[in-house]
Structure formats: C-alpha cells, structure tokens
C-alpha cells in the first residue's frame, strides 16, 4: 500500500511473479503502475503489506546492496548525462556491480556497438532507451524491471526492445514491466495483471484475460443521422455475448462474426437504420480493460 | 581500479566538466580577465597631476600659470558656473577664487581635494615668498607586495575557489536530481558515500589547474610572487577546495530546480564576496561587524591566503583562520550528508 496525503496511491496488490517469467503490470496513465514497480524496486518504501524479492525483504546497509546486485533497473524518467559517451555511461553503470557484463558485451545485448563513442546527447530516442536497457542489464540480473520501457517509441524501435528482452528471457531471465501498450503485454508477457485506480482488477495469462470475455471477437458499429437500435435486439442476436454501447460506438463482443453480422446487418435493414462505420477485430486485452471498466485503456 | 566506482564516478564528474566550454571559462577564464582589468585600472602610477580650476576674474591668468608650473598640478581658467559644475562632478578637484583673501572651494571629505588643497596652497605660498624652515629630503620606494594587485590576486583566488566548488558541486547535483539519474543511481548497489566523494575528487584535481593558471598569471603579468612557501599555499587551497565543496553539496542537498538551487548559491556566495575581503579590505567595515565577518569561510581563506602569498607567514601562524575553513567543510559536509535528498 502507498499513500500521498490523502490519496492512496496503490493498494491491495496481491501479486506474486515466478522465476524464469515476463510479468506486465498494464493500465492507463495513473493507475499506480509506477508506484508499484518502485515499490518493489526498493525505491518507494510502502506504507504497509509485504515486499520480496528474489526471497528477501529489502532492508538497508549490506543485505540492501546485495539484493541490488542480482537485479536490472529501468526508470520511466532517467535521462543519463549528456556529457557522455555511450561507453562511458556503461562503464560507469558496470563499475557499481561485481560480476557485471563488459562494456563490449552488454553493447552487443542492446545492439549500439556503433554508436560506442557517441555522446548521449546526440542518440535518437530509441537508442538512449535501449542504452537505459544497457545499464540495467550490465549487471548480469537475474530480474529486470522495466518501467514503459517503449513508451513514445517508434514502432522500429519498440520492436528492436522486444527482441532484446526475448533474448533476455531466453537466457533465463525474469521480467517484470509496466506498459500501456496491450499489443506489447499481449506479445511479451506470460501473465498481466490489469491496475486500474491503484487496484488489481484482474490477472492472469492474456489468453485466459481474452478468454473472460466469452467470445474472442468485436464487432463495432455506429449509425449514421439519428438513428437508434435497442440493446435489448442486439442481444438476441446469434453469437453474440455482450453488448457495451460507448460514447460514440456500440460494440458487441461476439464469438462467430460469420453468423452474427449477418444478422445485425438484417437487423438494421428491418429497422430502416443506415451504418456510418462496421469494424471487427480479435479481442485483445483493450477490450478486456473496457469491458472491466466502461473506459478505454489511453486517452487518445 | 578501473573499475573502482569512486575512480568511475571522479572521472565522470571530470570528463562532464571540462566538456561544457562554459564552465571552463567561468572557473579558469574570468578570474584571469577580473585580475587582468582590475590590474590595470588599479596599476601603481602614483597620484598624477590634480586637475585644478581658477575661477576667472582679476589675476586669474597669472595665477593659473604659478599653479600650473607645479608638477604636480594642471590648473585651467573656468567661468564661475563652469568651475562649480566640474567641481561638483569630480572633474576638477579644486576650484581656486583669486581675490583678497584666496577662497579654496573643495569637498573635504574627498581625499583627492584635499590633496589638492594641500599642492595648491605649497605652490601659492612659495610663488608670494614663504620659504621653508626646516631642511628635507624625499626617499621613494615602490614595495612590491604593497599593491592593489598583490592585494587582489589571493582575494580572487579565494573566491574562485568559492565559485567553482559551489557552482560546481551545486548544479551537478541538482541536475542529477532533476534528471531522475540520483534515483536511478540509487537504484544499483553504489555507496552513497562514493558518489559525494566523487565530486570532492574531481574537484582536487581542477584545483591544481586553478590555482596553477591565476597564481602563474599574477606572477607572468604583474610579478605576484609568493613569500611564503608553495607547499604551504598548495594545503591551504586544497583544504579551502574541500570545505566549499563540501558547502557545495550542503547548498544542493535538498534543492529540486536549477532556480532553486541558484537561489541558494547567490545567498551564500555574494554576501561573502563583499564582505570577506577579495576587493577591498574588511576593516572598512564597523568594528561591530568584524567577528561575523572574521567567521566567514570565504574572509578566512582569504586571511590565510594573504599571509602565505604577502607575508610569507608558516602554516603554524595559520591556526585560527585555517581552523574556520575546516570547520565549516566538516560542519556542512556532516548535515549535507544528513539532509541530502537521492530521488
């Protein structure tokens, strides 16, 4: 649990990650997500419940320091010095662990063995993550907390980070990341757990997420001039689980779009109503967090 | 030891300072233009000639010229209004009224018209007959040590070793703070107590080139030797280097924004460059004032320094005025230590 003032920030988590497993914490701008990595990072003391890591609590002094050394660190909002060299920075970063990575070997992880005697100043955005990733592998962890560590990226370099934590698992590692993109939860993670309001709403693997939802498919539709369709009809529709009208859209979650749009199609000819937009696609966690909170995951 | 993190986090610190061209030229230029202007327009050239003004009227002409046959005056014939406003202004600083008696017209409490006074009378009374009664001779000497710039270059030196340990220290660690880089170090198994080393570090080692670079101008430019010895003047820079570094992080340590920090760096640095001696003397200062003053790093320093670099005074004389530099790094380094924020 953790307060500010009077707004508790994150509470009643209850979450445990295993050796060997990519864990994504998900949800939107505000959700505690950062609290809670921070948390376990030993960073943010909480006000109250049980933190361990790797099997210990994180206690101050020697015991502290050791915890440290197993684990790789990346911060939402670290901007490393300007001044340096990429090799450098690295060095810098390894000097502080016993049994850490060369500057050679932990370039050639993260892919910027070019880029070695560039100042940091001048790296794109994609490559001063990927250097951020840099300095918390050097470490050789055997957990690595990754906070959106794509966020703002192109879609080239979130790609190029993907591969880097894929390889990072292959050789055994855990992973624990914040993210507020689903398609990279969904891609990366054996387990999410979904935060809304500093809450848990729900967890488990993302297909058995999906799965909740009864159907794997949506189709969403909105009518064109005034036109009105009862949810109560939508229902009775074949294949169709739920209904959720939204702002500017209905959806319907649906598990055979062969039989259902067919149906909604002759629905709303019956009625007279004209489609200004029809869509579908596969659920993904997107529609797992709508359907839990009536609110879509970003604000965009 | 190359992958001691004390030597990677000192040569970080070095290699971030000598590449931002700023900050070498604060900490290594300035001090050297300051010295070379106030060298300058304070160079040891004696009085010169005092301007003097006769206000016109009867007798005017022949007495400006006795005053102007003077060496050590330049006297010009004014109109009334003119010679007032150019006294007023500092222009002339003496305005001689010919008539019966002769009126001086002068601003005593300006040391130059009195001076003056003084010229213009000798000259006037010798040119109406006065002889002198006694017999005298005078004896010149130009003591190297006594001048404004012996005076100023161990005062700048004290105060670039202010500024650059405050300055230093100060923004690097805000801005470790404001990047969110304090946290993140904070995040790895680094001892705290590494990190504030390190900038103590760094600092030792920009010292050198400091102190190197102004005391070997004074010496090449205007012949500030050093009386007393270089071992001595060298501990006393690095303890001053250690107490303002440590002043430094006391500054810093809790500061969340270069303004803030900014802020608390002029508090503490310009009360102490107007009272601590670097451009004038502190005994211009009330009687009352001299303990506080005398308390100050900055005034001890630069006591410390004066006496090694004019006197020649041993470390041993130093006691008093080293003890309050010490004190103040070991005093502010301690509640830096205490207070500092890490994220």
């Known amino acids: 649990m953790k307060r500010y003032g009077d707004v508790v920030a994150v509470a009643g988590l209850d979450l445990a990650v295993a050796a060997g497993e990519c864990f994504g914490l998900l949800g939107p701008n505000g959700a505690g997500k950062t609290t809670t990595i921070e948390i376990l990072e030993g960073l943010t003391p909480p006000d109250g419940g049980e933190v361990e890591v790797l099997g210990q609590p994180w206690r101050d002094g020697a015991p502290g320091r050791a915890l440290r050394e197993r684990l790789g660190i990346q911060l939402q909002e670290t901007q490393l010095a300007d001044k340096l060299t990429v090799a450098e920075t690295v060095q810098l970063f390894r000097s502080f662990y016993h049994r850490s990575h060369t500057v050679d070997e932990v370039l050639a992880l993260v892919e910027l063995e070019e880029k070695r005697g560039a100042r940091v100043a001048s790296l794109s955005g994609g490559q001063k993550q990927r250097l951020a990733v840099a300095c918390a592998l050097v470490s050789r962890p055997d957990l690595l907390f990754l906070d959106e560590p794509t966020t703002g990226l192109d879609p080239q370099s979130r790609r190029q980070l993907w591969d880097i934590i894929g390889r990072f698992r292959e050789a055994g590692g855990s992973v624990l990341l914040t993210t507020h993109y689903m398609e990279e939860a969904e891609r990366l993670c054996d387990r999410v757990a979904i935060m809304d309001h500093g809450k848990v709403i729900a967890h488990g693997t993302p297909r058995q997420l999906i799965a909740s939802l009864g159907a794997d498919h949506v189709v969403e539709f909105a009518l064109a001039g005034e036109a009105q369709v009862m949810p109560a009809a939508l229902e009775g529709l074949p294949g169709v689980k739920r209904v959720r009208p939204g702002p500017d859209r209905i959806a319907l979650t649906v598990a055979e779009v062969h039989r259902a749009v067919p149906a909604l199609l002759a629905l709303l000819e019956r009625q007279g109503a004209e489609l200004s937009l029809l869509t579908t696609h596969h659920a993904t966690l997107e529609d797992v967090f709508v359907s839990l909170t009536g609110r879509q995951l970003r604000d965009e | ?343």
Not at chain 2, 119 to 131: F, I, K, P
Not at chain 2, 279 to 307: E, G, Q, W
């Open chain 2, 1 to 343: 030891m190359n992958d001691h993190p004390l030597y990677q986090l000192t040569l970080s610190r070095m290699r971030e300072f000598y590449r931002e061209p700023e900050a070498i030229f604060w900490v290594f230029g300035f001090p050297i233009v300051l010295a070379f202007a106030l060298g300058l327009a304070f160079r040891n050239s004696g009085p010169g000639e005092l301007k003097v003004g006769v206000a016109s009227g009867p007798g005017d002409r022949g007495l400006a010229a006795t005053l102007d046959a003077s060496a050590r005056l330049g006297a010009i014939v004014l109109d009334t209004a003119t010679g007032r406003l150019q006294l007023r202004t500092g222009r002339i600083a003496l305005l001689v009224v010919p008539g019966d008696p002769v009126v001086y017209r002068y601003d005593s409490t300006r040391t130059e018209s009195r001076l003056a006074r003084l010229e213009v009378d000798d000259a006037l009374q010798r040119s109406r007959g006065r002889t002198d009664a006694a017999a005298v001779r005078d004896e010149r000497v130009v003591e190297l040590g006594s001048r404004y710039i012996d005076f100023l270059i161990p005062g700048l030196l004290g105060m670039n070793l202010l500024g650059s340990g405050i300055w230093g220290v100060g923004f690097s660690v805000v801005q470790a703070r404001q990047k969110k880089l304090l946290k993140r170090f904070m995040a790895t198994p680094m001892r705290r107590s590494h990190y504030l080393l390190g900038f103590i570090l760094s600092r030792l080692v920009f010292l050198f080139l400091e102190v190197t670079a102004l005391v070997g101008f004074g010496w090449l430019m205007f012949h500030v030797g050093v009386r007393g010895s270089f071992l001595t003047l060298t501990g006393i820079t690095v303890l001053g280097a250690l107490s303002f570094a440590g002043l430094g992080l006391l500054v810093a340590s809790r500061a969340r924004t270069i303004e803030g920090v900014s802020g608390l760096m002029n508090l503490v640095m310009l009360p102490m460059w107007i009272l601590s001696g670097t451009f004038f003397s502190y005994a211009r200062f009330p009687d009352a004032m001299i303990p506080f003053v005398k308390a100050l790093p900055l005034t001890a320093l630069n006591d410390a320094l004066r006496a090694v670099m004019i006197d020649g005074t041993s470390v041993a004389a130093l006691g008093a005025p080293l003890g309050v530099v010490a004190t103040w790094g070991a005093v502010s380094f301690v509640v830096a230590l205490k207070i500092f924020r890490w994220r």
